[in-house]
C-alpha cells in the first residue's frame, strides 16, 4: 500500500501548482511617500505598491533600510525592487521599471530664516549642498555643476544639517516641500530644478511577467482614479495624469 500511495504522489506531482516567488520591496524612510509610523510602513508609495502586488496577484515583502543600501540590494539581487525611484537614462537599462508612482518637480531648499536665497545657479553652486547618500538627486546636483556635496544617510539627518546651518542647500521634490511646509518645518524654495519621474526598479532579471503585471495593476489605478485619492489622502496634490506619458520601460 504504501508502495502504491508513492506512486500515485510522483504521478500527481509534475501537475502541481508551482510555489509562488516572492517580490521583495525595498525603500527608505522618506515621509509622506514611504515611512514607517506605529510600527507599520506606510506611505503614498506604499499604498499603491500594496495594492499593485495585490492586484497582480504577487506574494510581496515591503522593508524600509537606508537608501544606499536598499538601492544595491535591488541592482544585485534577484527579486528585489527599490522605491521610490527616480528614472533617468543612466539607470534605464540597470533595472526593470514600473512608473510612474510619483511625477513631481525638484526644488532646492533653504532655511527660512530671513536670509535671501541664491540670485543664480552661479551663487548656488559657491553654497554647501547636501543629499542623501545614492539619491537620484546626487547625479542631477552633479550634472548641474556642485563639486563637493554632504551626504547622509537619510533626507531626516539632510533635514537637521539644513536648519542647523551645516547645509546651505538640500533638493527634494515640490511634494516633499509641501509636506514639510505643512508640519510646520521652518523652509523655503530656494531655486526650481528640473521635473522627475520616480518607480519601481527591479532587478533586471525579474521575471518580465511580473513587471508586466505590476505595471498593468498601476496604470489601472491611475486610470481609475486610485492614484489620486492617495495622494489626496495624504494632503497632497496628485499626479497630472501619467499613465501613458511614455514612462513606461
Known sequence: MKTLLLTLCLSLAPFSA????????VTEEYAPFNYSRDGRITGIAVEQVEAMAKAAGIDYTIEIMPWARAFALAEKQP??????????????????WVNPLLKDEMVLLKRKDGSKGPASLREALAMKVGSQRGDFAVEALEQ?????????????????????????LLPTSIKTYENLVNQGQPVEKAMLMAGQVYGIACHKDTPPDLIERLQAALDALIVDGGQ??????????????????????
Do not use: Q, W
Open 228 to 249: 489620486d485619492r492617495i495622494f489626496t489622502a495624504y494632503g497632497l496634490p496628485p499626479n497630472t495624469r501619467t499613465a501613458d506619458n511614455g514612462t513606461k520601460k
Open 18 to 25: 508551482p510555489h509562488a516567488e516572492t517580490l521583495h520591496f
Open 79 to 96: 527579486m528585489n525592487c527599490v522605491f521610490t525611484t527616480g528614472y533617468n537614462r543612466e539607470r534605464a537599462a540597470r533595472f526593470a
Open 144 to 168: 548641474l555643476g556642485f563639486k563637493e556635496i554632504d551626504l547622509a544617510a537619510d533626507i531626516d539627518i539632510s533635514m537637521r544639517k539644513l536648519l542647523s546651518g551645516r547645509i546651505d
